[in-house]
Each structure stands twice: as C-alpha cells, then as structure tokens.
C-alpha cells in the first residue's frame, strides 16, 4: 500500500505564494508518475499538474500555466504556486499514477491539504 501526505496548504491573499509538498510511504519500490488535483467546493475534482518518473513529461491545466511549477525528488513532489488568485482556492490532492509515464487516472490518492486564497 501506498500512502501520499500533503503538507503547505494555507490562507494566502491575491497574489501571494504557497509550496505544497507531498511525501510518498509505505510500497514506494518502483517508479511512477505522480500528479496534483484540486477540487473547489460544488465543483468536480481537476487535474492540475503532473510530472513523470524521469522528472519530464510535464503538463499543466490551461488556467495555472505560468504561475505553478510541478517538480519532484527521490523522496517528495512539490507543486510551487505564484500568483495565486481566489479561483484557486480548493482542496489539493497529490496522486500517485501506475506506471511511469502520465497514463490514465492515479492509482493511489493523498487526503488533501487546503489551499484558500482571499480576495
């Protein structure tokens, strides 16, 4: 079993900065993709960014491009946030893929870590 904990969330105003970070345990053998999510309340869950083993094949959702960088170690992935704005507020959620490359839906989720941007 795998397990995946967010950390960094907080309460930031427009246009400040949060770095979440996320630490894998438990089954790590073996090398997989690994991704960030984010759902709003009322709103479905969305794919935000995600990175592969190698550290490349880096893709990003249209509305946080150039504002949040997605990176990783041996240990932990980051997802660094600029420019934060009120429509980023969400609870985030790290994911962990089955495979090495970005492939389909994760296999194993984090439990979130809040993320509240005020106007």
């Known amino acids: 079993q795998v397990q995946l904990v967010e950390s960094g969330g907080g309460l930031v105003q427009a246009g400040g900065s949060l770095r979440l970070s996320c630490a894998r345990s438990g089954r790590t053998f073996g090398s997989y993709a690994m991704g960030w999510f984010r759902q709003a309340p009322g709103k479905v869950r969305e794919f935000v960014a995600a990175?592969?083993?190698?550290?490349?094949g880096i893709s990003y959702v249209e509305s946080v491009k150039g504002r949040f960088t997605i990176s990783r170690d041996n240990s932990k992935i980051y997802l660094q946030m600029i420019g934060l704005q009120p429509e980023d507020t969400a609870m985030y959620y790290c994911?962990?893929?089955?495979?090495?490359?970005?492939?389909?839906?994760?296999?194993?989720w984090g439990q979130g870590t809040q993320v509240t941007v005020s106007s």
């Open positions: 994911a962990q893929y089955g495979t090495a490359r970005v492939v389909g839906s994760p296999s194993y």
């Open positions: 990175i592969d083993w190698f550290g490349g």
